[in-house]
C-alpha cells in the first residue's frame, strides 16, 4: 500500500520569500511516481510539478523545485519568489506506475502568502 | 492542454431523490476516469476508477450501489448517486487520464436538503 504524509496543515510566508513543503511517502514500489498539485480557492486541481522515482535529478518549474531524497522518502516541495495567487491548498501524491493508475494523496498544506 | 469538464457545477436536491454527474474529457480520449470526493478542509479521497466498457471498481468502504458510475465511452464517465441524504453533500471531483498524465474537472457541489 501507498501512503503519503504532510506533517505540516498550515503555512505561511510573505511575498517574495521562499517556502519548502515538507512531504514524506511509502511505497513498495520500484516504478512511480510524485507530484505536487495546488488547490486554489476556485478548488481546480492544478499539476505543479511531477517527478519519476527513477530520475535522480530534481525537477524544475519555474519558480518551483523538488527535492527529492529517494532513500528517505522524502518530497519536498520549494516555491521561490513567493506571489499572492500562490495562496492554495497544496497536495502531495503518490502513483505506482504512471497513466491509468491511482493517484493517493497526503492531507494537504494550506500555503498562504502574505503582502 | 487537456480539458476535463462536468456538469452540473453545482447541484441542490431533495433528501431521497437520485442526482447524475457528468465527466467528459473535451479533446482527448481517456479510458480510465477517476472519482473523488472531498469534504471541507480535507483532501479528495478516491471512490471509484472507471474503465471504458467495463465495471467499474471501488474504493473500500464505498457503497456501489449508491453511487453508481458508467464509462460508456471514451470520453464520458457518469457518477449518479442514488436516493441522496445530508451526508452525501460533498464536492465530487472527476479526473481523467491521458498524455500519460490525470487531467482533473473542476468540480460539483453538491448539496442535500
Known amino acids: 500500500a501507498q501512503t503519503v504524509t504532510q506533517s505540516q496543515p498550515e503555512m505561511s510566508v510573505q511575498e517574495a520569500e521562499t517556502v519548502t513543503l515538507s512531504c514524506t511517502y511509502d511505497t513498495s514500489e520500484n516504478n512511480y511516481y510524485l507530484f505536487w498539485y495546488k488547490q486554489p480557492p476556485s478548488r481546480q486541481m492544478i499539476l505543479v510539478i511531477r517527478q519519476e522515482a527513477y530520475k535522480q535529478q530534481n525537477a524544475t518549474e519555474n519558480r518551483f523545485s523538488v527535492n527529492f531524497q529517494k532513500a528517505a522518502k522524502s518530497f519536498s516541495l520549494k516555491i521561490s519568489d513567493s506571489q499572492l495567487g500562490d495562496t492554495a491548498m497544496y497536495f502531495c501524491a503518490t502513483q505506482r506506475g504512471g497513466g491509468s493508475e491511482k493517484l493517493v494523496f497526503g492531507k494537504g498544506t494550506k500555503l498562504t502568502v502574505n503582502p | 492542454g487537456a480539458v476535463v469538464s462536468q456538469h452540473p457545477s453545482r447541484v441542490i436536491c431533495k433528501s431521497g431523490t437520485s442526482v447524475k454527474i457528468e465527466c467528459r474529457s473535451l479533446?482527448?480520449?481517456?479510458?480510465?476516469m477517476f472519482w473523488y470526493r472531498q469534504f471541507p478542509k480535507q483532501s479528495l479521497m478516491l471512490m471509484a476508477t472507471s474503465n471504458e466498457g467495463s465495471k467499474a471498481t471501488y474504493e473500500q468502504g464505498v457503497e456501489k450501489d449508491k453511487f453508481l458510475i458508467n464509462h460508456a465511452s471514451l470520453t464520458l464517465s457518469t457518477l449518479t448517486v442514488t436516493s441522496a441524504h445530508p451526508e452525501d453533500s460533498s464536492f465530487y471531483i472527476c479526473s481523467a487520464t491521458g498524455f500519460d498524465e490525470q487531467f482533473f474537472g473542476p468540480g460539483t457541489r453538491l448539496t442535500v436538503l
Open positions: 479533446d482527448f480520449q481517456a479510458t480510465t
